[in-house]
C-alpha cells in the first residue's frame, strides 16, 4: 500500500514542496510589508552553493555541520536581500525590474555559478545530507507513515515555520504592524510606525527563507552543486503566495501540489512511464508570466486580497 503511486507522489510531494514553502513563506512575509521580490530564484541560488560550500568545508558531526550550512544559507540569501532592499526601499526603484536584475546577477549563469566554480564544488557528493527520519517509529504505517513521518527536519522545521508565520501575521503587534505597513504605508508612518525599518526587516527575513529553500536542494533533494540546481523554483514560489491569497497555510497546500506535480515525472519514470520534460521545464517560466499578469493588474487587489500598496515605492510626506 505505502508503494502505490498515489502515496508515492504524495510523500516525493512533500519533499519536493518543502524549498518552494520556505521561499513562499519568505516572500509573504516581504509582500505582507509590500515589498514585490521577483529576486526570490536568485537568493536561492544563492543560499545552496554556500550551503553546500559550508557542509563541504565545516567539520564536526553532521547535524552539527548541516545546521550550520542552513544558517549559512540563510544569511547568504539574506546578504542578496539587502542588496535588493537598499536599491528598491532606499532608492526608490522599481521593484520589477530590480528583482529580475538581481535574479540575472545571482542567478544560474551570475554569482551563485562563479562561487561554484570558483570554490570547486561541483562534481563533488555532500559530505553531509539530510536523509528521511523515521518519526514516533510510524515510518512504516499505512499511507500517512512515508508522507508525514518519513520526511526529514527541514520538512518538520517548515510546519513548524507555517504556524510560526501565521500566528505571527494574525496575533502579534509587529505582525499587524507589518500587514499596516503594506496596506498603507502613509497611514502606518502617520500612527508611528516606520515603514523602511519594517520592510527592510522582512525583505531580509524573506532573503533568509529563500536561501533555505535553496539548501533543501543542494542538502537534501539532489545533494551536490550544479548551475541552476533550483531549476526555477524561485518563480513558483513568487506565484504560489498569489495563488494561496497571501495567507501561509495556503502556501503549504501549493507547495505540495506544485512539489507532487514536479516529483511526479520521476515517480512515473521509475516505473517506465516517460512524459515530456519541457512540460515540466516550461513550468516556472508560465508561473512568471502569471505573475506578472496578476501583479500588474488591478484583479489581485481587489479580488485575492493583496497588499494595497505592493509593489509602491514609499515616499515620506514632509510635515
Known amino acids: 500500500m505505502n508503494n502505490s503511486i498515489l502515496v508515492v507522489v504524495i510523500a516525493s510531494g512533500v519533499a519536493y514542496g518543502t524549498p518552494l514553502l520556505f521561499a513562499a513563506l519568505g516572500e509573504l512575509l516581504a509582500e505582507r510589508s509590500g515589498v514585490l521580490n521577483l529576486g526570490v ?54 521593484q520589477i525590474v530590480s528583482g529580475l536584475a538581481l535574479t540575472i546577477f545571482a542567478g544560474a549563469a551570475g554569482l551563485s555559478s562563479y562561487l561554484g566554480n570558483d570554490l570547486g564544488l561541483a562534481d563533488a557528493p555532500a559530505k553531509h545530507q539530510f536523509a528521511p527520519v523515521d518519526l514516533f517509529d510510524l515510518g512504516d504505517a499505512p499511507i500517512v507513515g512515508p508522507i508525514l513521518f518519513e520526511q526529514t527536519w527541514l520538512v ?12 505571527y501575521l494574525s496575533r502579534t503587534r509587529p505582525g499587524l504592524n507589518v500587514r499596516a505597513v503594506g496596506e498603507s504605508p502613509q497611514t502606518a508612518d502617520a500612527v508611528g510606525i516606520s515603514v523602511t525599518a519594517y520592510r527592510y526587516a522582512h525583505v531580509l527575513a524573506g532573503g533568509a527563507l529563500a536561501g533555505v529553500g535553496g539548501a533543501c536542494f543542494s542538502l537534501a533533494l539532489t545533494p551536490q552543486w550544479v548551475d541552476g540546481i533550483t531549476g526555477g523554483a524561485g518563480w513558483i514560489a513568487i506565484a504560489l503566495v498569489i495563488f494561496a491569497f497571501w495567507r501561509p497555510e495556503l502556501c503549504l497546500v501549493g507547495a505540495y501540489f506544485f512539489g507532487a ?12 512511464v516517460t512524459l515530456a520534460p519541457e512540460l515540466f521545464q516550461a513550468l516556472p517560466y508560465v508561473m512568471t508570466v502569471v505573475v506578472l499578469v496578476v501583479v500588474s493588474s488591478g484583479i489581485a487587489k481587489r479580488r485575492l486580497g493583496a497588499p494595497g500598496a505592493l509593489g509602491v515605492p514609499f515616499v515620506r510626506e514632509e510635515r
Open 261 to 272: 506535480f514536479q516529483a511526479l515525472p520521476f515517480t512515473l519514470q521509475a516505473r517506465g
Open 156 to 167: 518538520y522545521a517548515s510546519w513548524a515555520l507555517v504556524a510560526l508565520t501565521a500566528v
Open 41 to 94: 530564484e536568485g537568493m536561492m541560488l544563492s543560499g545552496a552553493v554556500m550551503g553546500f560550500w559550508a557542509v563541504q568545508r565545516i567539520g564536526g558531526p553532521g547535524g552539527t555541520v548541516l545546521l550550520v550550512a542552513v544558517l549559512v544559507a540563510a544569511l547568504a540569501g539574506a546578504a542578496v536581500s539587502l542588496l535588493f532592499a537598499f536599491i528598491v526601499i532606499t532608492l526608490r526603484a522599481n
